[in-house]
């Protein structure tokens, strides 16, 4: 399956943004769909993933209360809906599709294109 990401961006800190992933197939309900994001020079870490059949959401602690995982079934699309964001979100955020409940990329099968999110102070 291939993933189509849209959305990232230059904002400012305290500013909102969406990215949005596309898959290119039906993600069945079986599936977990994750967001990751790296910063330059770090590694690459987990952000959020949702269980597509029942909507089961997990996120990372240093983006609770301010990121939203959401999923349009029938469009096959998750969305990220970042709020509040802060300078140290910067990253390329990249979406992923997998079989496991896991905050682990190694658990994913199929990777977006990834987009750059910069936030400015």
């Known amino acids: 399956v291939q993933l189509v990401q849209s959305g990232g961006g230059l904002v400012q800190a305290g500013d909102s943004l969406r990215l949005s992933c596309v898959a290119s197939?039906?993600?069945?309900?079986?599936?977990?769909m994750g967001w990751f994001r790296q910063a330059p020079g770090k590694e690459r870490e987990f952000v959020a993933r949702?269980?597509?059949?029942?909507?089961?959401?997990r996120y990372a602690d240093s983006v609770k209360g301010r990121f939203t995982i959401s999923k349009d079934g029938p469009a096959n699309t998750v969305y990220l809906q970042m709020n509040n964001l802060k300078p140290e979100d910067t990253a390329v955020y990249s979406c992923?599709?997998?079989?496991?409940?896991?905050?682990?990329?190694?658990?994913?099968?199929?990777w977006g294109q990834g987009t750059q999110v910069t936030v400015s102070s």
């Open positions: 949702i269980a597509w059949g029942y909507g089961h959401t």
């Open positions: 197939e039906r993600i069945y309900s079986s599936n977990f």
């Open positions: 992923a599709i997998g079989r496991y409940s896991s905050n682990y990329d190694r658990d994913y099968d199929s």
